[in-house]
């Protein structure tokens, strides 16, 4: 069972169970021309990935932040975890598989901002066989997942629920796997907004997110970008928090960071509003700031803006 | 003083001078969406680079291959060296700048062959104050340079020549500099097409390297493709010498190949005939096969392919 601590203790530990991938994000003026040699002006080697970004989240906010996956036994692999260091999120529970290459994106960012990405993550890298039990959640007060590992995800989520931690799942993809399974794993579900439309079958929302309820008993919401978030509360009233103004000039990741201090919120033991709130705050503040993980703000700068923005949004 | 010594033998010794990349090689159907995310069905990581291609086969050819270039004292930086090591390059007198990035390509294939390439090379890794010197190159019994690293090259050519050693030049890029510095110092040109349009201002190659030999004291070529390669005897005169007639599925890199080939031939004191001759072999046995590096074929292939194609081409 958990232990009870003050919000934002450092004792409070989220394990994000998912994909880590390697960017290499090149600047260029704009889309190169098909079948020719293009100069970028800039290149950055970054750790991407929905669960990996948003350990990174976790640990910005002075959580204890682990990461749970699988990565190739090779030098693309070696990059991502020494990011992960760089942050300070523990990865030493990452299983390194021989003879797999780990994922790697190569994005082209042009400069009105358009991201093209292209990704490579080997099928093999994702075998259904490897799963997260409960021991490897020892220690953990809440755990986050991504569907890019879907059996990872699935099961840490499993576990989460047999040890009586929150067990939060990223739903920003259509999954091949039973979908009720899937739905029925986590106490708490994030749709993106797309995914929800895809697995209610309905694109309103709102009605999405009633008729995926009437399959599960998980906390259920969607996060509507600038519209704010959309949720069920206990009475399956549907309630809204709205997002906070910003001017957004780099919306990467965003949405992880949402689900890291989400997690963290949960794992910290807030109410659900505040905990809502706040990771919207903490999204809101990535956005107005260049450079992926570093734009993440840090425990700090959020609760200013939430003092700051406490009269209204 | 160049030492006497048979065709082939081990103790030939070419240093080439120029860029080294790392290419990230990812396999696509088709022209990934401006704006989306595409998942590739494959990836690969290989060493590229004109002057480091050429280094590779000069080893493949039994030649002693020595690399010099400038590389970031980065993770990239170390992957390059290590595929440097892994086909036998000795890559000991690379400088590794600190604070720089390694250069690095995306290329991104789809299924019909057709490759985009995105390069990050930062202009810092190629400050004009570094140079190379006569001491570099102990022990060289030719020197091949590419203008990606324009100084770099050019100093080598001069060395070269202060020294006695066959210089050549692979003049496949428009530089900025002073063309006829770049013209003179070479004892040795080989142009691409393009190359030797610009520099000349002439489209017809016999004309235009008439042109450049009438700037310089160099022996000039240049090189057609499927067409062969054209160049100046000792008395001016144009030659030709025809392509080998193969089904080529492959052409990434052989040129650069050539070039390498080219250079060692020399270097081993060959008849200017037998060097191009031989070089066209290498350059087309290569294009027959996929697979970069991998392709280059070795010394014993390409005696066996220039006695096969002894009657005609």
Known sequence: MRRLREYGSAMTTVTCVGLAVLDLVFGVDARPDRGRKTFA???TVIGGGPAA????AVARLDGNARFLGRLGDDVIGDLIIDDFAKW????????????IPSPVSSIVVEADGERTIVNHSDPMLFAPEDIIVADDLVGSDAVLGDLLWPTGAISAMRAARAIGIPGVLDFDETPRGPIDLILTAPTHIVFSAPALASVSGDLDPGKGLEIVR??????????LGSDGVLWLDEADDLRTTPAFDVDAIDTLGAGDVFHGAFALGLAETRPIEQVIRRASAVAALKCTRFGGRAGIPCAEEV????SSRSAGQ
């Open 53 to 56: 970004n948003a350990s990174v």
């Open 41 to 43: 002006d800039s290149m």
């Open 214 to 223: 009437s399959r599960t008993d998980s906390w259920v919401a969607v996060t």
């Open 303 to 306: 609760d200013e803006f939430l």
């Open 88 to 99: 300070g999120v523990d990865a030493s529970g990452v299983r390194r598989i021989r003879s």
